[in-house]
């Protein structure tokens, strides 16, 4: 069965740093690109990050320079490192698999498979 399960949000103050994980099953995570979205309330859902099987990487102006995509294949995890957080980023963090894999796209109809949404809360 075809799985991500994301983890590792919660509270964090502003300035501090979060590692999302998005551990995937019943795929190859090395042919696969996953990518990163945060949804508003009552908003669409934004692209954030993603990363190619190549490792290619990209991001969303609003996370570039604070967010860091990684992956370790053997463990089939793929992390979102958040650093300098803002109250703006608190939203609802989701990770996604496009099994083709050769694209890093911040579009979210470019996945196949999406995991469980995760809160992400930065406040004083």
């Known amino acids: 069965q075809l799985q991500l399960v994301a983890s590792g949000g919660g509270l964090v103050q502003p300035g501090g740093s979060l590692r999302l994980s998005c551990a995937t099953s019943g795929f190859a995570l090395d042919y696969t690109t996953i990518g990163w979205f945060r949804q508003y309330p009552g908003k669409e859902r934004e692209g954030l990050s993603c990363?190619?099987?190549?490792?290619?990487?990209d991001y969303a102006d609003s996370v570039k320079g604070r967010f860091t995509s990684s992956r370790d294949n053997g463990e089939n995890t793929a992390y979102l490192q958040m650093n300098s957080l803002k109250p703006e980023d608190t939203a609802v963090y989701y990770c996604a698999a496009d099994l083709d894999g050769r694209s890093c796209s911040l579009s979210g109809p470019s996945y196949d498979y999406w995991g469980q949404g995760i809160q992400v809360t930065v406040s004083s």
């Open positions: 990363i190619s099987r190549s490792r290619y990487t």
